[in-house]
């Protein structure tokens, strides 16, 4: 129940303490892979599968076709609990067991009150009549308005797997039917991958970083800047390698200065028993600054390098010695009253990353926040002036927290994945895949569906609302990842009809007017790549038990409505779920044998029940990120219009946003630790959780009672802002502010800055008397009920739900018992 999660040492691997024995390693060429293990069943009814999640790869014991037992196939350093909760994944209650509709959708589709959607009651059909609807709800609105009317960003994760990848099989249906709206960009990396194409000429965000190899060896300092990667790096988006938090253990061991830069002590900063400097949430752009000025007045900045490798420093420096238009001076002192860090380490980290190798890891958490633009702007500007960047450990880098950036790239090959065009298969790239021609920024949704026609700015450009008249949901949950909770129930009314294909009773399967029922990745074949940049293994996922109740896989949900539409030959090309397990697999063998890598055939691969694990070369150990530019940046510049980093960005000053300026810039969010209120005095900040993926296996009460208190998702408040409230470790609170109200579970600690309280991510949304309370309360604890639904800026329109001010209370009174984890009532039609 405490935050501060006690970070395990290994454990056994799974596969090898269950059924399938020690087996040897036996070398292929340039791969090692564990090819003699059969996967048979070890007894009559007992057999190990392998599958993989997000979470790594697992492997499942079922006994008579039923999922036991799970764990790690592949050893971690750390143990991540992530993967013992299978059996409840499968056999949860919390199931969508069949297909549903609402009361009042089904006696009146497409026509009925939309009011109702969360409170109405649900009438289980048949799978033809479900269909029927969907089918016809769509034809509709395309009849009447054509692609305009249908939504189908669908924005969010499921589950791995190159096949079963449900936000990409709904494209690729849209596309063959007609044409959808789609999104642009994404909550994680909003603000952030929006400006630094224009400072460096690319994302950053989602690239590969500097070797580890290199930061043991090279590096003297490492800041994890808003950054908690013991616990973001349990996941990734293919399915995590487990070698990120292998190399935070290597850093732990080898005693190397780390410092964590965080309102939260977090999990990262207790494993590693690193510096904890607090800092107030949406305040770095002025602590950053004030390391600028500190440089600058010590003459510790690189002018060297400035000069070669930047444009517009000039008017940056201008900017933080008082001499812009604003007169103000950025220093030490100036910084140390809005972020509360004292002046003299304001001044000493200036110093110190001067004088050593420094990498400064930004995580994400900083730029989902008004002006999210600034902090990465600021801090590749930083970056600039210690003159590091493509020396080997040091400079910045943007995803050593995600998905194992850093991990060396292996030799091999890459696995094909299903296409959202049926022109071809994608180069396994299922997140970054172009969805649509027609699409606004994605966290925009609550204003376009509230304010069709509208238009906004957006990077330079103007975008135009559609007038959404239908929702296609597959994999993502809005109810609990979309800011300001309120606002996003009255902008779900408008549209007349909404989908969602959902494995469990989310919060935003509840607020449908159709549920179609999904299976879990335990129910079907699929296989991925694990470590999005490292490409160190293929995983089989292999189906453990057969689908549950009466549901099917959203592939499968999509050959059937193609099939009603008429184009069920194009969806499935004619080919079977093996069919196209062994041609994504053909993809990485050929590839492998273009690098000299001999991988085993498909159909050894797949009855070896193993992983393949692929070799990594040297060169990609020492390789250090911009080095080519360092080398020669006439000949490597890079893909910003001087080729150099931009300091100054003439593309963005031309924009003229009054949010988003030429050089990196501090403006006073609205809502801060500095600018609160008498109602709202205390700061909100929301990390992702632990023991969760977002709102994934939230339902686990396995899990869940590892976390919860007194059964609500934990808040952590500071002893003096609890003492000042009458507030105790494990009472019920209640949080609320303008926008909405929630409950929480007290965890009072010094692990967070005085003034701010912390409440995470993805708790799945309870509201208690939805339909008559005008802001109901949610009853487990779900921050987005209070976060502000604003863009980062004109520049991104990214979200911003690290920009909130509350106020907490002890709850007096009975507290409402949690409901959203078990299974809705239904009548049968
Ligand atoms: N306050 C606040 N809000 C945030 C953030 C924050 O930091 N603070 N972070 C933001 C970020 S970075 C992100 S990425 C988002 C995450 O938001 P989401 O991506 O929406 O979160 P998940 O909980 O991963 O939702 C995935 C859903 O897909 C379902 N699913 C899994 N497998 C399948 C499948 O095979 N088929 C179908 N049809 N469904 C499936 C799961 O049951 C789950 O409900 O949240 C954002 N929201
Ligand atoms: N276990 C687990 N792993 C995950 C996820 C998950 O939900 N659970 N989600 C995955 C996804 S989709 C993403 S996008 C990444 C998210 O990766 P991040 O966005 O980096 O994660 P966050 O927890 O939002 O933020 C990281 C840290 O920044 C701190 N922080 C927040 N605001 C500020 C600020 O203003 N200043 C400073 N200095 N620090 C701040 C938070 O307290 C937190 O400790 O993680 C991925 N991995
Ligand atoms: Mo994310």
Not at 314 to 341: P, R
């Amino acid at each position: 129940m405490s935050h501060t999660k006690k970070i395990n040492g290994s454990r056994r691997q799974f596969l090898k303490t269950t059924s399938l024995g020690t087996v040897g390693m036996a070398a292929t060429g340039g791969i090692t892979t564990n090819l003699l293990a059969s996967g048979k069943a070890m007894a009559a009814e007992s057999s190990t599968v392998m599958s993989a999640a997000h979470w790594g790869p697992i492997g499942i014991v079922v006994e008579n076709g039923k999922v036991v037992k799970s764990g790690p196939a592949i050893e971690p350093t750390i143990a991540n609990e992530l993967q013992t909760v299978v059996a409840e994944q499968v056999h949860s209650d919390v199931r969508v067991k069949y297909p549903m509709v609402r009361k009042g959708y089904l006696e009146n589709p497409g026509k009925s009150d939309t009011s109702l959607r969360g409170h109405d009651e649900w009438v289980r059909v048949s799978w033809d009549k479900a269909l029927e609807l969907v089918h016809n709800g769509l034809k509709q609105v395309r009849d009447s308005q054509g692609p305009s009317g249908v939504f189908a960003g669908s924005y969010g994760w499921y589950s791995s797997g190159s096949l079963h990848a449900s936000r990409t099989l709904l494209h690729r249906f849209m596309n063959l039917t007609g044409g959808f709206v789609g999104t642009k960009g994404d909550y994680s990396t909003g603000a952030a991958q929006v400006i630094m194409p224009h400072v460096m000429g690319t994302i950053e965000v989602y690239e590969q970083q500097t070797s580890w190899e290199m930061i043991l060896e090279h590096s003297e300092i490492v800041v994890l800047w808003s950054a908690n990667p013991m616990t973001t790096l349990r996941n990734a988006w293919t399915s995590t390698d487990q070698q990120g938090t292998d190399y935070f253990k290597k850093l732990k061991e080898s005693g190397k200065r780390v410092i964590c830069i965080d309102p939260v002590r977090s999990e990262t900063c207790d494993y590693l028993g690193a510096e904890w400097i607090p800092v107030n949430t949406a305040t770095d752009v002025p602590l950053m600054l004030g390391i600028a000025h500190s440089l600058i007045t010590a003459g510790k900045h690189d002018q060297e390098f400035l000069k070669k490798y930047t444009v517009g420093y000039d008017k940056f420096e201008a900017y933080v010695l008082g001499k812009a238009e604003d007169g103000v001076v950025k220093d030490a002192a100036w910084a140390s009253q809005i972020c509360g860090v004292p002046a003299e380490t304001i001044k000493q980290l200036a110093l110190d990353f001067a004088a050593k190798r420094t990498m400064l890891m930004g995580g994400w958490g900083m730029q989902r926040q008004r002006h999210g633009e600034q902090t990465h702007w600021t801090l590749v500007t930083l970056a600039s002036m210690i003159g590091q960047i493509g020396l080997p450990g040091g400079g910045f880098g943007l995803s050593y927290h995600y998905a194992n950036g850093g991990v060396p790239t292996a030799t091999g090959g890459i696995v094909g994945a299903i296409s959202a065009n049926t022109s071809g298969e994608s180069g396994g790239q299922t997140w970054l895949d172009e969805t649509s021609k027609m699409s606004f920024p994605l966290a925009r949704i609550s204003d376009a569906l509230l304010n069709p026609g509208k238009v906004i700015q957006y990077n330079g450009t103007e975008v135009t609302y559609p007038d959404i008249k239908l929702i296609y949901w597959a994999g993502g949950n809005p109810f609990t990842h979309h800011q300001d909770t309120n606002t996003l129930i009255k902008a779900w009314q408008k549209p007349d009809t909404v989908i969602v294909n959902e494995i469990y009773w989310t919060p935003t399967a509840r607020m449908a007017d159709i549920v179609l029922p999904v299976t879990t990745s335990f129910e079907r074949n699929d296989l991925t790549m694990s470590g999005d940049y490292s490409m160190l293994n293929i995983f089989p996922m292999k189906k453990a038990v057969e689908p549950q109740f009466e549901a099917k896989s959203d592939y499968d949900i999509f050959a059937a409505l193609s099939k009603l539409a008429g184009v069920e030959d194009k969806f499935t090309e004619g080919k079977s779920e093996m069919d196209w397990l062994k041609g994504f697999y053909q993809s990485a063998y050929d590839a492998a044998r273009k690098n000299r890598v001999v991988m085993p055939r498909f159909e050894q691969f797949w009855e070896a029940n193993q992983p393949i694990t692929f070799k990594v070369g040297d060169k990609a150990k020492q390789w250090v990120r911009y080095a080519e530019f360092r080398a020669d940046p006439l000949l490597n510049p890079l893909g910003t219009p001087s080729g150099k980093i931009e300091i100054y960005s003439d593309t963005v000053a031309k924009m003229g946003y009054d949010d988003c300026k030429g050089h990196p810039s501090w403006m006073v969010p609205e809502e801060y630790a500095g600018n609160t209120t008498a109602e709202a005095p205390l700061a909100l900040v929301t990390p992702h959780p632990y023991y969760r993926l977002h709102s994934q296996l939230c339902f686990s009460s396995a899990l869940r009672e590892k976390y919860t208190v007194n059964s609500r998702e934990p808040v952590l408040i500071h002893p003096d802002d609890a003492q000042a409230r009458g507030i105790a470790n494990g009472d019920i609170v209640r949080l609320f502010n303008q926008r909405g109200q929630v409950l929480a579970g007290a965890v009072v600690s010094d692990g967070v800055i005085k003034g701010t309280v912390a409440l995470h991510e993805g708790a799945w949304y309870d509201p208690a008397e939805l339909g008559t309370a005008e802001k109901p309360l949610c009853k487990f604890g779900n921050p987005n009920v209070l976060t502000m639904d604003i863009g980062t800026s004109k520049l991104a329109q990214g979200n911003s739900p690290n920009t909130a001010i509350l106020q907490v209370e002890k709850y007096s009174g009975e507290a409402p018992a949690v409901s959203v984890f078990s299974e809705p009532k239904y009548t049968t039609a």
